[in-house]
C-alpha cells in the first residue's frame, strides 16, 4: 500500500498526501496475457505482495471488500510489491457493507485468487450465466491451464480448488495461509522453468479442446469443448 507521508485531521476538510509511486494498473499489465502461456511464477508474486498487503489489514480488523485488477498498481521499481488503492468501501470486520453483508476477511481472499487468475491467464469477464459458480471451471481457463508444464499446473490448480472450494471451511483461512501457499507454489513455478526452457509448451492441435488429462499429465485433445470437471476434478 502507498506510504502515509503527510496528513491534517483537524481542519474542516481533512486530508492526507500519500507517496507518488510510478507504475501501471494490473488491468491494464494483464490484458495481453491472454496471448501468452500461463507465467506462474508473476501470478505468485502479485498475488503474494497483494497477500501481504492484506494481511497487514486484516490484522487491524479491516476488510477492503474491493479488491480487483483495477485497485492494483504494480511499481516499475518493485513489481514484487503492488500497490493497493480505493478503500472507499472499506469496513471493519463484522460491519455491515454496501451489500448488506457483515465484512469478513475471507470476501478479500477469494478476490485475491481471482487476482492470481487474472495474472495467470489475462484479464477475462465471466458470463452472466457462470457467475456464483466456481471460476477455474470455466472452459477458457481450462484451456489456459492446459498451455502450462505438469508441476506448474497441477500447483496452479490445487490452489485455485481451495481457494474456490465449495465449503467455506475447506477455503483459506487467512491471508497469511494463503500466501505460504503462493510461496510455496513459486518455488514449483521455478523448478519447472528449469526444467522445461527448451520445451515448447503444449497447446491444442488446431485449436482444438481439452477434453481431460491423461494419467501422465499429458492433455488428450477431442472436439472444441472444454469438459473442465476433468481437469480440476468435480466439486
Keep these: 500500500m502507498p506510504r502515509i507521508v503527510d496528513c491534517r485531521l483537524d481542519l474542516a476538510e481533512p486530508y492526507f498526501v500519500s507517496e507518488l509511486r510510478e507504475g501501471v494498473l494490473l488491468v491494464d499489465r ?10 506462474l511464477r508473476e501470478a505468485c508474486l502479485h498475488t503474494g505482495g497483494l497477500l501481504s498487503a492484506l494481511d497487514a489489514c486484516h490484522a487491524v480488523g479491516v476488510v477492503h471488500c474491493d479488491v480487483k485488477a483495477q485497485n492494483l498498481v504494480i511499481p516499475d521499481d518493485d513489481p514484487s510489491r503492488p500497490m493497493l488503492l480505493d478503500f472507499d468501501l472499506a469496513r471493519e470486520v463484522g460491519e455491515v457493507g454496501s451489500l448488506g453483508v457483515p465484512a469478513h476477511p475471507s470476501v478479500d481472499l477469494v478476490h485475491a485468487a481471482l487476482i492470481f487468475l487474472n495474472v495467470l ?21 481450462a484451456r489456459r491451464l492446459a498451455d502450462m508444464p505438469f508441476d506448474s499446473r497441477q500447483a496452479a490448480t490445487a490452489f485455485l480448488r481451495k481457494a474456490f472450494d465449495p465449503s467455506p471451511d475447506r477455503r483459506f483461512q487467512t491471508a497469511e495461509e ?5 510461496e510455496a507454489t513459486m518455488r514449483t513455478s521455478a523448478s519447472d522453468a528449469a526444467m522445461s526452457a527448451d520445451r515448447p509448451a503444449a497447446r491444442s492441435p488446431a485449436g482444438l479442446g481439452v477434453l481431460a488429462l491423461l494419467p501422465d499429465g499429458s492433455p488428450a485433445w477431442e472436439g472444441g469443448i472444454a469438459w473442465t470437471c476433468l481437469l480440476v476434478g468435480a466439486a
Design 121 to 141: 491467464i489475462g484479464h477475462f469477464q465471466l458470463p452472466a450465466h457462470w457467475w456464483g459458480l466456481p471460476p477455474h471451471k470455466h472452459p477458457q481457463v
Design 178 to 182: 494463503m500466501r505460504a501457499v503462493i
Design 30 to 39: 494483464v490484458r495481453p496475457y491472454a496471448n501468452r502461456v500461463p507465467d
